[in-house]
Nanobody, 126 residues
Framework: QVQLVESGGGLVQAGGSLRLSCAASGRTFTDYAMGWFRQAPGKEREFVAAISGSGRSLYYLDSVKGRFTISRDNAKNTVYLQMNSLKPEDTAVYSC???????????????????WGQGTQVTVSS
């Protein structure tokens, strides 16, 4: 079992920044690839960013490239999502997730991720 707890969400004006954190416990953190997903009201959950266990492989949703940065601190068992230049369309509940294996092809597929956090709300006002 892996337990994931997100923090760092909130209300921010367009153009502002937030940093989300996801603290993991329960298993060897480096064994897991980590991802961030988001779900806006009335929409399907979508992939945002993913990082391999080593941190060497990173992938992003096209619409967040250049604005969001995923990183991990394996010593602290924590993955981060730095979000800059936020837009109203980034408003969503953001969840982190852990996958037991890494795939450079299927990193964006939800069902590859076995463990999920409870989510944190991000609201961007215009």
């Amino acid at each position: 079992q892996v337990q994931l707890v997100e923090s760092g969400g909130g209300l921010v004006q367009a153009g502002g920044s937030l940093r989300l954190s996801c603290a993991a416990s329960g298993r060897t953190f480096t064994d897991y690839a980590m991802g961030w997903f988001r779900q806006a009201p009335g929409k399907e959950r979508e992939f945002v960013a993913a990082i391999s266990g080593s941190g060497r492989s990173l992938y992003y949703l096209d619409s967040v490239k250049g604005r969001f940065t995923i990183s991990r601190d394996n010593a602290k068992n924590t993955v981060y999502l730095q979000m800059n230049s936020l837009k109203p369309e980034d408003t969503a509940v953001y969840s982190c997730a852990a996958a037991p294996t890494w795939s450079d092809t299927y990193y964006y597929i939800e069902n590859r991720y076995r463990y999920w956090g409870q989510g944190t709300q991000v609201t961007v006002s215009s």
